[in-house]
């Protein structure tokens, strides 16, 4: 087999001066090239023989010298003794040299080769082009890099090599390596891989096909920007084993967000399986949750802080692919709570898989200030099921992560909306994490929504981005207690003015005084109202209807003592049918008959008319 040989060679030459007769080789494209390299168990080998000299000097003769502008290699192979390794690129601008030299008893081989953009063959993942610069040496017994310069895009690496038995080649190698991680996601189509900076050296061996060594690596200005962590300005560092079967990085440490992750990291060539065991120390909560906020559930919007300290185990493989995480974590109050934030201590066991996006909760009790509560269950893209029991104190510190939750735009009207008082809830959270339906019972102290205000509140709920149903509802607001039933349309968890609404209302000798406290108004009138009312419509055009008692009544400063009636409010008209007014002369209550008015009173708003169809009996008329 000879040293080199192509099936088809085919050469591009330029005249750079025909005057000159000067003539350089602009294009070279070798088709199935070969390269058959033999090393003797003795040393001896196939490379060119120098030329033999009478002389004793050293000899020096130059056996190649090579400039082409464009060189491409096409399903070549290269062959070292029986081992043998698939060739195909292709680049720019290449300069080979390569002198002969020494003795004819012991030749040496000294090369460089300048090359720029190569390009390995054509793929979906096709590296960006490099440029190759290298000396290196051949003699009897071993084969030298002295120096390789690899530059990649922002990428650069310097490399050292050599090996000295070629019938059996183990390579020493060192090296010292800038990666810019852009140039991975940019080379591979791959945006799950971070961004920033890596410098790295090293030094080991390859023997038989197996790397061997030991090095050490700084990673600055790490961007992380998956959908459920995004965060910047993290740093790493550790040194790493290379072992027949992986790397071990048995120190590592990355540093972010005011703490540290510390452990052991092990990477499998097969598969290229990851697997970590670290120790999460003093991360403020304040700064991770802006990092894994999103619509689905703002908790940014929660202003908590801590100190969270985790064991925790990680697995991925390739590039952070299906990666999973478990934890047992703990959240201690902090010495000094950041500013605008609330502190909170916590105990919780969960699981993060990135495939399928889930957050599992076997545990998390939680503790601030004015509220406690605990959570398991599933936070799921769509499938979230969560077991909710909370205790809140004071709903005025939740307002931001409730107006959030509903899609209230900051520094809007509807932001501002203040909601306060005690609740306490225990249900559900359920459906989509970007879209979920709170399912269960509640009881609210001192509730208050705006300008409206409760005593307390208590009944059966379920709220989410398409309604808001209340049933077996009971509502106080001093000595007014009513019965609630109710459901209302939502349109992205807005009351919107086409939406339906539909509520049933109980009343039972309610002082009117309570409810015009409630409703923020006050009416020249007095009495027990007992009545069950019925409201349906939209939200621009409601309706409401029901059987109406006032009781021990005043209208202005006439009393009576009694008024029924069918009442229907309508946008545009209030009506009162089939009313039975009853009222009794003075000191006539015991002695003496009732006055009865009885038909029915209809008031247009547009127009501020007052239309009556009344008949009375008995009227005392002193």
């Known amino acids: 087999e000879p040293l080199f040989s192509a099936e088809q060679a085919k050469i591009g030459l330029r005249i750079d001066s025909f005057w000159g007769r000067r003539v350089s080789l602009n294009d070279l494209v070798l088709v199935q090239p070969k390269v058959h390299l033999r090393v003797e168990k003795d040393g001896s080998n196939n490379l060119p023989v120098l030329k033999k000299s009478a002389s004793k000097q050293p000899l020096q003769q130059t056996l190649l010298d090579l400039h082409v502008r464009h060189v491409e290699i096409k399903d070549?192979?290269?062959?070292?003794?029986?081992?043998?390794?698939?060739?195909?690129?292709?680049?720019?601008?290449?300069?080979?040299?390569?002198?002969?030299?020494?003795?004819?008893?012991?030749?040496?081989?000294?090369?460089?080769?300048?090359?720029?953009?190569?390009?390995?063959?054509?793929?979906?993942?096709?590296?960006?082009?490099?440029?190759?610069?290298?000396?290196?040496?051949?003699?009897?017994?071993?084969?030298?890099?002295?120096?390789?310069?690899?530059?990649?895009?922002?990428?650069?690496?310097?490399?050292?090599?050599?090996?000295?038995?070629?019938?059996?080649?183990?390579?020493?190698?060192?090296?010292?390596?800038?990666?810019?991680?852009?140039?991975?996601?940019?080379?591979?189509?791959?945006?799950?891989?971070?961004?920033?900076?890596?410098?790295?050296?090293?030094?080991?061996?390859?023997a038989s096909g197996v790397f061997g060594?030991?090095?050490?690596?700084?990673?600055?200005?790490?961007?992380?920007?998956?959908?459920?962590?995004?965060?910047?300005?993290?740093?790493?560092?550790?040194?790493?084993?290379?072992?027949?079967?992986?790397?071990?990085?048995?120190?590592?440490?990355?540093?972010?967000l005011g703490g540290s992750v510390k452990g052991r990291i092990t990477m499998k060539y097969?598969?290229?399986?990851?697997?970590?065991?670290?120790?999460?120390?003093?991360?403020?909560?304040?700064?991770?949750?802006?990092?894994?906020?999103?619509?689905?559930?703002?908790?940014?919007?929660?202003?908590?802080?801590?100190?969270?300290?985790?064991?925790?185990?990680?697995?991925?493989?390739?590039?952070?692919?299906?990666?999973?995480?478990?934890?047992?974590?703990?959240?201690?109050?902090?010495?000094?709570?950041?500013?605008?934030?609330?502190?909170?201590?916590?105990?919780?066991?969960?699981?993060?898989?990135?495939?399928?996006?889930s957050l599992e909760l076997s545990q998390f009790d939680f503790d601030t200030p004015t509220s406690r509560g605990s959570l398991t269950g599933v936070l799921h893209p769509k499938n979230t099921s969560l077991d909710v029991h909370m205790d809140i104190g004071a709903l005025r510190p939740w307002d931001d992560f409730i107006h959030a939750l509903s899609g209230d735009k900051p520094g809007t009207r509807d932001a501002k909306i203040v909601i306060d008082g005690a609740l306490q809830w225990n249900g559900k959270i359920l459906g989509p994490s970007d879209g979920p339906t709170f399912q269960g019972h509640f009881h609210g102290e001192h509730a208050r929504y705006d300008n409206f205000f409760l005593d307390s509140l208590d009944g059966d709920m379920t709220y989410s981005p398409d309604e808001l149903v209340i049933t077996r509802g009971r509502a106080r607001r001093g000595t007014m207690e009513a019965g609630v039933d109710g459901q209302l349309q939502l349109t992205?968890?807005?009351?919107?003015?086409?939406?339906q609404w539909e509520s049933e209302l109980n009343l039972e000798k309610v002082p009117l005084e309570s409810l015009e406290e409630l409703a923020g108004a006050k009416y020249p009138v007095q009495g027990l109202l007992t009545g069950q009312f019925h409201g349906r419509g939209t939200r621009a055009e409601p309706s409401l209807t029901g059987l109406v008692d006032l009781a021990d009544a005043t209208v202005y400063t006439v009393p009576f003592n009694r008024l029924r009636g069918q009442l229907t409010v309508l946008p545009d008209e209030v009506r009162l049918s089939n009313a039975e007014l009853r009222f009794f002369g003075p000191g006539a209550e015991k002695t003496g008959g009732a006055g009865?008015?009885?038909?029915?009173?209809?008031?247009?708003?547009a127009v501020k008319t007052l239309t009556t169809d009344l008949v009375g009996a008995s009227l005392p008329l002193a």
């Open 492 to 499: 992205d968890w807005e009351f919107r003015p086409q939406n």
């Open 213 to 256: 060594g030991k090095g050490e690596f700084a990673a600055d200005n790490i961007v992380l920007s998956f959908e459920d962590f995004h965060s910047a300005n993290l740093t790493s560092r550790s040194s790493y084993v290379l072992e027949p079967d992986g790397v071990v990085l048995p120190d590592f440490g990355a540093y972010a």
């Open 596 to 605: 009865i008015v009885t038909g029915s009173v209809a008031y247009r708003y």
């Open 270 to 357: 097969d598969g290229l399986k990851f697997r970590g065991e670290t120790k999460i120390q003093g991360i403020r909560l304040g700064a991770v949750t802006p990092a894994i906020d999103h619509p689905g559930f703002p908790i940014d919007s929660l202003h908590w802080d801590a100190v969270i300290f985790a064991d925790t185990v990680e697995t991925w493989h390739d590039n952070f692919r299906d990666f999973d995480i478990s934890a047992r974590m703990r959240w201690d109050e902090p010495d000094e709570t950041m500013p605008g934030h609330i502190p909170i201590t916590s105990e919780s066991a969960l699981r993060y898989r990135y495939t399928p996006n």
């Open 76 to 206: 070549g192979w290269f062959l070292y003794n029986n081992l043998r390794s698939l060739v195909a690129m292709e680049g720019g601008d290449l300069r080979l040299n390569l002198t002969g030299g020494g003795t004819p008893e012991r030749p040496l081989y000294l090369g460089t080769i300048d090359w720029d953009s190569i390009q390995l063959a054509r793929r979906r993942d096709v590296p960006m082009p490099a440029n190759l610069s290298a000396k290196f040496s051949v003699d009897r017994d071993a084969f030298t890099v002295e120096q390789a310069v690899v530059d990649a895009g922002r990428s650069h690496l310097d490399l050292q090599a050599k090996t000295k038995n070629f019938e059996s080649p183990d390579w020493n190698y060192r090296y010292r390596a800038w990666l810019d991680l852009l140039d991975i996601r940019e080379a591979f189509r791959t945006p799950e891989v971070p961004l920033g900076r890596i410098d790295m050296r090293g030094e080991g061996t390859l």
